[in-house]
Structures are given as C-alpha cells and as structure tokens.
C-alpha cells in the first residue's frame, strides 16, 4: 500500500477513534508520571525510564559502590523483564486493543501494590518491582499508526514533537493527530507527576495505592469490553 495511502486510513481511523485512542495513551502516561515521581521522592532513582539508571550504575561503578551498583542493575533488569513479560503475553509491538491488555494492567496493579507493601516494610525489592511495573506498561504500545508510543516516559515525545514540527515548517504535510496525541502524552506525564508529588506529601507510600487501584479498574474494564 502506498504511504501516502496509509495515512489516508490512519487519519481516517484516528478521526472515529481519536478521544478512546487520546483518553488511553494519556491515562497510562499520567500513571507512569505518578509512580516515577513518587518512587524518585523516596529512593532517589528513577524508575519509568533507564537513562539516569544506567547513568547511575556507570558512575556507582566508577565509584565502587557495589551497593549502589547493585540497586541500579536491579532496576535496569526489572525494567527489562516487564517489558519481556509484555512482549511474551501480546506478543505484538502494535498497539490493538484485545483482552491481554486487560490481564497486563491487572499485573502492574498487582506490582505496584506489591511495590507499596515492601516499601512500607523497608524490603530491597521495592524500587525493581516498580521498575518492572513501568516496563510491563510502557512495551503495552510500543507504536501506534506509525508513531513510536511511550507511556512511561517523554524523551522520545518532546523529540518526535520537535522532529513534526521541523518538518511542518519545512512544508511537509503532517496529520495534527500525531501533535496532539504526543502532546498529550507530554502534558499527561507532567500532571501525572505533579499528583504524586502532592498525595505524597498526605498518604507518603500509600500513595501507589490510589495507582494500583486505577490500573485494576482500567484492567477489568478492559476484560469486559474487548474480545
């Protein structure tokens, strides 16, 4: 099919679906922000994305902190091993909507609220099962019509908006779905982070409770309308 072609029948698509498609992708990057600034709050380390842990496990192993070491490959690798365990139940990278969906968010609530009653306890486990939360869900749409999708993170989305926009100025037609659907994951990502930040300062870890309830809900959900 020429290219042209198809994204006559991906405009078309995102012009019947575009609030469920827009509504989704923002309500998982809203989780993801949520989680990572409470997990930062906490541990100080990232969970949602990789870049400042493999940051960290370099300059730890310069250092020669093997207890730091330790920690940052434990996120690295439970990071990996959510995405692997996505990859194994969908397997897809294409975003369709389909009951496996539905058991993934049952998982990561069951991770998270896991991740909340270690983190009470004090257990070494916690930030790597929250890592593995935000990998599980970020390989749940690695791309959509075209676009690379990151739920747990923005910096492949402020570039791709960059990337747009340069080739919007230099006269290429680009649909405004695409904008809009990155924009609102960015937008999503920060207010995600913002609440976290201030039911933190309330519920301290039982905050990922509120997360971990969302992610059943949204899983059940899903159970029930998809085939």
Excluded at 118 to 140: F, I, K, Y
Excluded at 141 to 164: F, K, M, N, P
Excluded at 165 to 184: E, H, V, Y
Aim: net charge positive; aromatic share 10%; charged share 10%.
């Amino acid at each position: 099919m020429p290219f042209t072609q198809v994204e006559h029948v991906q405009d078309e698509f995102m012009r019947q679906s575009r609030s469920r498609v827009f509504f989704g992708a923002a309500l998982l990057a809203t989780i993801a922000g949520y989680v990572n600034v409470v997990m930062l709050s906490f541990f100080a380390v990232p969970v949602s994305h990789m870049s400042g842990a493999v940051s960290h496990l370099g300059i730890n192993l310069a250092a020669v902190e093997l207890a730091d070491v330790m920690l940052a490959a434990a996120i690295v690798a439970g990071f990996f091993l959510g995405a692997l365990l996505s990859g194994l139940v969908l397997r897809d990278t294409q975003f369709k909507m389909k009951r496996r969906y539905g058991f993934l968010l049952i998982l990561e609530s069951g991770l998270l609220t896991l991740t909340m009653f270690l983190a009470l306890r004090g257990a070494n486990a916690t930030v790597p099962l929250a890592a593995m939360a935000c990998g599980l869900q970020n390989a749940m749409a690695s791309s959509y019509r075209g676009l690379t999708l990151r739920t747990t993170h923005v910096t492949g989305i402020v570039t791709d908006l960059g990337a747009l926009l340069g080739n919007r100025i230099r006269g290429r037609q680009i649909s405004s779905w695409k904008f809009g659907l990155l924009f609102s994951v960015l937008v999503a990502f920060f207010l995600g982070g913002l609440a976290g930040a201030m039911v933190l300062v309330f519920l301290q870890m039982w905050a990922l409770s509120l997360v971990a309830l969302l992610c059943l809900i949204l899983g059940l959900l899903v159970l029930m309308v998809s085939s």
